[in-house]
């Protein structure tokens, strides 16, 4: 692990602010990104001996949901990883993939090594519906889906590829995710990092049908309009929607960007679309009931509901293989940390952590952790601009607090005899999964079992 160069907008007499990130997902990097960024000519240093951070990654590789998130054919979105990629070379920013907070290192620990601490956990976990049968075979969470598609180490295969007909629950970005990659021809999704073993899974597949359930009206989807249209654009697939499920003018007062995802699901229920060997189907006012089956799926009930969710009494069932429910992400903290369990966040106040009514000082949050599972990737780099600059108002009285030490958490995790993967490490990684692409005719393609990963990122150059 190389020592942090005393480097910082500015030199001289003082210290840098030293800052522990716990979290080397976009949140926590976008953080490191403007505690470190070098002023722009003419603007004066965020503070005036700079700061030094400590990414803190439970994975052995950074970039959480991007890398674990966003659907591979989306790159666009993954492109953010170059940016990334940039704040982690800065001699100021250290990386420690593979170290768990918690785990390894305690948040006591990190708070005495340095002047402040900032979570930026994400939100990982999945959302149960809470109806009877959920915990059939063939019905999970997207989030493990999704975990498998893009490679997660933790993640498991899912049967669910074996299946013909899914519903997916939940009409938000991720149900659109799922579908998309349940529907799309598996060719296409070759030139990405996807998995070898996930390719070849999903070119195995035998699904031909997706329905997309939303429990409320259209106009209350929560996906967003390239994202919906892009379902429209997919070769090989028919998407069904039946124009009686919308309605025939926008309601007063409809938003913009809801006005334009009607527009979308109107054209579509205009056109006469061609029959495809995979369809697609869109629901609305339809609310899962119980999920079907003996011992695996066999169906959803859903209940009729009205423009607002409400059940009306009247039931149907869906003839289905799986149920995926992609009805939003929870977030949850190591032992010690306050959480507010209804939100499943980190309770804050600008920024700074709460615990028992009381600011706990040198300790904040970032991120989905702090704000709950909403928005883009992109809404991490305001939010960590944000909070740094709550960090930086603050600054004065954490450098005061006490003495911290300067080789922060490196010295704890060498006594423990935890090796954490450095920057050098995931440049290893990269280049290993460069290499395992070439192999297959491709671009990379993503090592998904951990201790290959390891492996990996601790190869020497000879090795
Ligand atoms: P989301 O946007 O909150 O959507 C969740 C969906 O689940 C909603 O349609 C919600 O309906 C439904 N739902 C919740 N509880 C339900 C229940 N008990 N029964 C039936 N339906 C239920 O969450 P998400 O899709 O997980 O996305 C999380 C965030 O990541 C979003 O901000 C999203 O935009 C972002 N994201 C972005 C992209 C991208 O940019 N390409 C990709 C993936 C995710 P109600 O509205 O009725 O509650």
Known sequence: MAEHEEVGPVAGPGRPLRVAVVGAGPAGIYTADHLTAAPRPGEDPLLPHGALVDLLERLPVPFGLLRYGVAPDHANIKATGRALGAVLARPAVRLFGNVEVGRDVTA?????????????????????????????????????????????PESEHPDLVSARSVAVVGVGNVAVDVARILVRDPEELSPTDVPQDVLDALRHSRVTDVHLLGRRGPQHARWTTKELRELGELSGVQVVLDDGELPVEDPEGTAAATARNLSVLREWARRAAAPAPRRLHLHFGARPAQVLGEGRVSGLRLER??????????????PVDAVLRAVGYRGTVP???????????????????????HVVAGVYAVGWIKRGPI??????????????????????????????????????????????????????????????????????VKISDWQQLLDAAQRTASG
């Open 108 to 152: 006591e620990e990190l708070l005495e090594r340095y002047d402040a601490v900032v979570y930026a956990l994400g939100a990982s976990q999945d959302r149960a519906l809470g109806i009877p049968g959920e915990e059939l075979a063939g019905s999970s969470s997207a989030t493990a889906f999704v975990d498998w598609y893009n490679g997660h």
């Open 335 to 357: 032992d010690g940390l306050p959480f507010d369990d209804a939100r499943a966040v980190i309770p804050t106040e600008e920024h700074r952590m709460v615990r028992d009514g």
């Open 375 to 444: 928005g883009v990737i992109g809404t991490n780099r305001s939010d960590a601009k944000e909070t740094v600059a709550t960090i930086v108002g603050d600054a004065s009285g954490l450098l005061a607090r006490h003495r911290v030490d300067p080789a922060g958490v490196e010295a704890l995790l060498a006594e423990r005899g935890i090796r954490a993967v450095d920057v050098e490490g995931w440049r290893r990684v990269v280049a290993a999964e460069a290499q395992r692409g070439r192999a297959h005719g491709r671009g990379e």
């Open 305 to 318: 509901a009205d423009e607002e969710g409400r059940g009306t009494g009247e039931h149907w069932d869906l």
